[in-house]
């Protein structure tokens, strides 16, 4: 097996950082995942890309535009139906600030 990048310390420190308390079993589970995800970074950093544009999105640019169309302008009354309370047409909440 080759030599591992991540060290035991490093493992830990990264679980002392999100809070976790790992056992010696998964301090070396850990270690060996971290190891096969930094295997694929390195096999992904053979690929030639240099005649491949840079991009800042896979998805199409922009925000999809769709009419500014009211959909439920007269459901205010099946809103409110369900209110606990309610006061002119508005939902009835207590006083929580003095």
Do not use: C, W
């Not at 096969?36 to 690929?47: F, G, S, T």
């Not at 640019?61 to 309610?86: F, H, I, K, Q, Y």
């Amino acid at each position: 097996m080759p030599e591992s990048k991540i060290t035991l310390e490093q493992v830990r420190h990264v679980a002392l950082l999100a809070r976790l308390e790992l056992s010696p079993q998964d301090e070396n589970r850990l270690r060996a995942d971290m190891d096969e995800m930094l295997a694929y970074v390195d096999k992904l950093n053979e690929l030639d890309t240099r005649d491949v544009p840079p991009t800042t999105q896979v998805g199409e640019a922009g925000t999809p535009m769709r009419d500014d169309a009211v959909t439920n302008g007269s459901a205010a009354e099946d809103m409110l139906a369900n209110a606990p309370a309610r006061d002119r047409g508005y939902f009835k909440v207590p006083k929580i600030i003095e």
